[in-house]
């Protein structure tokens, strides 16, 4: 390689470590543009393409590196890494499951994104069995992946069909057993069948557990009861709770709504007052506090985002089951 295109090529790997993608995209289409067109520069064009989420480019860069003959075979095998990526990125799941299928030594960052792509395509069993195969070899990261395919099975089938419906639910609450969406998918089974016993005991545990993540599901947890029970007994269930967990940012608030049904502000300020000082600014209880009292300061400084997820620390202003940035399962909390 001549002093030039040494020059370029530093110049191109100076960028990617500034994280400047647009520069480096161009240094390295100058690169193989003034000849320097090595099946090395365009690996690399094509994942800075992805990273930029230009995935068609992408694809047809690695699709062309991988249509070569007597390719060396470390750098095939690079290029077909980047493939995957690229296809999965794009949401061709078949695809990506035929790319990952030709690799014969498979990292775990590759059956992680067979185990994604099957989930997608709603092969559930196929999803599950790498999800397990991951779990043996990097100890319990992938327990709630798993359960949350039970779940999602679960959820889809058909309503005749209550006794797979109650064994699904169950295989997936054995792998998380705190799982939100799991338990309030078997507080629903419960529910839908009649079977207030059981039903009112999911709901104890759910509250006693602390299970909620999103400031929706005791009210949610509140309709149910309403139609099986008298509603002042979950209201009871909550208060005895409380005692145990005034920094509970979903009590607190369920709390200061039931005060405000009753005509008791001062009761429903306090508790949030009181959240504040234990717990520190959670978004969720400042915007009701703010609200409640009608401070229109306050509610101007409250920002959007009431939920961070433990994993990327990206935020949001709606609960979601599932991080749209890292794809972590049941990752966020009040912010």
Known sequence: MDNNKTVQLLEGIGYIIDNNISRAIVTFKNQILHGNSSPENYIILGKLYRQQKDLVRAIKIHENINSIENLDKKIRYFNMVELVHSYYDYGDYDKTIYYSNTLKNKN?????????????LKLYEKAINIYKRLEKQQNNIYSRYIAYCYFIEGEEAAPTNSSKILRVIKKGLKNYS?????????????????????C???????????????DSDLHNLEKIYFDIDNIENFATMILKSQKNNEKDVFIALYLADYYVRKSRLDKALDILSNNIKLNGSKRLIVRKFAQLKSDDILKVLVDEYNYKCLKCDSLFSEYQDICNKCKSIETLKPY
């Not at 705190?178 to 059981?198: E, V």
């Not at 104890?204 to 909620?212: G, Y």
């Open 200 to 214: 009112i005991a999911s709901i104890e545990r759910f509250i006693n557990e602390k299970i909620a993540k999103s």
């Open 178 to 198: 705190r799982s939100r969406k799991g338990n309030m998918l078997l507080i629903d089974y419960y529910y839908k069948k009649n079977n207030t016993r059981d």
């Open 108 to 120: 775990p960052e590759i059956y992680k994104i067979m185990a994604d792509s099957y989930l997608h």
